[in-house]
């Protein structure tokens, strides 16, 4: 076992398992695919404490964020989904959620009486902005890389992102 | 916006935005941030097809592989926890479902009454080896990186770890 600081390095220990048992090749996807497992999982927890004093989830703050960042403050639920690639049940739990938080208003579509539409509100914007700035203050000014590791996995996760057709 | 093939490359237009708001340097880590979450959206949802067919949830395969891998294919249910960064209420659902599926039996700790043990069932080694057999085959052969970038991920991944003392 490979111990760093008393502390199991899961994706090594992982990986060691993996060649020891044959399995040399996809030894290196299975260390890639964990990797970003346990990072996702470190980084939302950091996302989740930032965001929660201001009442929000990471889930709610980016659906505030493509809404603040849209032209017109406003956009169709079904729109809110693809582009956070969100099931449609998610984006109305949370778009219903920010409405009784008052952070946005729904309204049906003009044109198209199937869509809903979401729309932030003044409040909404304060929030999204004070979120932010707590954000780029805290974990967005550290990830816990250095910068040109920072843009090395920016890089990779795009070759990937690109291979998955996510862009 | 930046659009390849039609499609938004949304981390690059969240990049944009922040840059424009004057946000720069934390730009670097909201990109890397969001980058990680996507990468792991795709990732886990190809792992979760893979073993779905043989009745497991990618989590519930992490499970079956720990105890696959101890020493007497056994191990307290606050162990399992404690490796795989894991709420205790999950790891008692996934074992649950795991002793109720018949590839894993729960036994009282021997030595420490309050403690409960889970041992993986020789149906349980079976499952687990056919599925890590598909994921090898599947999302591990071929994660959608290169091989040099895919060891690159690992290690980068491996300096956040290591500063959130995940090792």
Redesign the interface.
Known sequence: MQE??G??????E?RR?WRAHG?V?????????I??????????GR?EDVVKPFGLSYARYEVL?LLS?SRRGVLPLARIGE???VHPASVTGAVAKLEAQGLLVREPHPDDRRAVLARITDEGRRVAEQS?AA???G?????????E??????E????????????
Chains 1, 2 share one sequence.
């Not at 090749?25 to 695919?33: E, L, S």
């Not at 590791?149 to 920016?154: D, H, I």
């Open positions: 760093t600081g502390r199991l390095d899961l994706v090594a992982a398992q399995w090749g996809p030894d290196r996807g299975m260390a890639a695919v990797s970003l497992m346990r990072a996702q999982q470190i980084v939302l996302l964020m960042f582009r956070l690639q932010t954000l780029n203050a974990p967005f000014a550290d990830v816990g890389l250095s910068d590791a920072a843009e090395q996995l920016v990779v996760i795009g070759e990937l992102r690109r291979s998955a057709g996510d862009f």
